[in-house]
C-alpha cells in the first residue's frame, strides 16, 4: 500500500515570495490533515479536510496561507507572502473517517526554510 | 483546550536501559492515546495507540497504559537498543468526538552503545 506522498521534500525561499506544497493522500482516506512543525516542537494542526470540505481550520493563518482539496483526494497548502517564522517542515496525513481512535499517517514532510 | 505535556528530552540512556518518558494530557471526554516515533530522516509513524481506560499499548517492546485517573500515557521500556533513538512524541485524538489530533512537544531519545 503506498503512503502518504509530499513534494517538494525540500524548499528555501526569501521572504514574501510565495510557495506551495503538495499532498497525495493513501487511497480511499477521506480525512486529510496538513500540520506545522517547528524544530524543536510538535505538530500543530494548520488544517483538516474532510472530503473536500474544512473540518478544523481554526490555526490556520488566513492571511497568509490557504489550502485546498479539490476532488476530495489531492491537497495543496500555498503560503503568500511567506514570512521568516514559516520556516519549518510541513506535514500532510491522512486517516479513515469517522473513528476517534483511527491511526493517521503521515508524509515525510516538506522542510520549508525562509531565508 | 486539548494539550499533551511531556517530557523534555533528550534523554540518553545506555544500550539495556529501562526507559521512561512520561506524558500526560488535557482532553474533554475520552480521548484516545497515540505514540508516535519520528527516526532521524524518516516520517512520523505510529508506535502504539490505547482507546480506553486501562488499555495497554504494545509495540516493538514498548509500552503504555491509559490512565484516566492521572491523565497520564507513560512510555516505557525494558531494555532500549541503539536502534530506539528516535524523537517520540505523545498525541491524542478524539475528545469531544473530534477526530483531531493533538501532538505534545515530543522527546529526543539517543542511546549510546
Known amino acids: 500500500e503506498a503512503g502518504v506522498a509530499q513534494s517538494p521534500r525540500y524548499k528555501i525561499i526569501e521572504k514574501r515570495q510565495s510557495v506551495a506544497f503538495w499532498c497525495n493522500p493513501i487511497?480511499?482516506?477521506?480525512?486529510l490533515y496538513w500540520y506545522q512543525q517547528i524544530l524543536g516542537q510538535g505538530p500543530k494542526l494548520l488544517i483538516q479536510f474532510q472530503n473536500n470540505g474544512v473540518v478544523d481550520d481554526s490555526q490556520l493563518p488566513k492571511d497568509r496561507f490557504s489550502a485546498e482539496r479539490l476532488k476530495g483526494v489531492d491537497s495543496t497548502l500555498k503560503i503568500q507572502p511567506a514570512k521568516l517564522e514559516d520556516s519549518a517542515v510541513y506535514l500532510c496525513?491522512?486517516?479513515?473517517?469517522?473513528?476517534?481512535?483511527?491511526?493517521?499517517?503521515f508524509g515525510q514532510g516538506t522542510r520549508l526554510t525562509v531565508v | 483546550g486539548d494539550s499533551v505535556t511531556q517530557m523534555e528530552g533528550p534523554v540518553t540512556l545506555s544500550e539495556e536501559a529501562f526507559l521512561t518518558i512520561n506524558c500526560t494530557y488535557t482532553?474533554?471526554?475520552?480521548?484516545?492515546l497515540f505514540w508516535y516515533v519520528q527516526y532521524p530522516g524518516e516520517g512520523l509513524q505510529l508506535l502504539l495507540k490505547?482507546?480506553?481506560?486501562?488499555d495497554k499499548g504494545s509495540n516493538k517492546g514498548f509500552e503504555a497504559t491509559y490512565r484516566k485517573e492521572t491523565t497520564s500515557f507513560h512510555l516505557e521500556k525494558g531494555s532500549v537498543q541503539v536502534s530506539d533513538s528516535a524523537v517520540y512524541f505523545c498525541?491524542?485524538?478524539?475528545?469531544?468526538?473530534?477526530?483531531?489530533?493533538?501532538f505534545g512537544t515530543g522527546t529526543k531519545l539517543q542511546v549510546i552503545p
Open positions: 487511497s480511499g482516506h477521506a480525512t
Open positions: 498525541a491524542l485524538s478524539g475528545s469531544g468526538g473530534y477526530q483531531k489530533v493533538t
Open positions: 490505547a482507546t480506553k481506560a486501562d
Open positions: 496525513a491522512s486517516s479513515l473517517p469517522g473513528q476517534r481512535n483511527t491511526e493517521a499517517f
Open positions: 482532553a474533554t471526554g475520552y480521548p484516545s
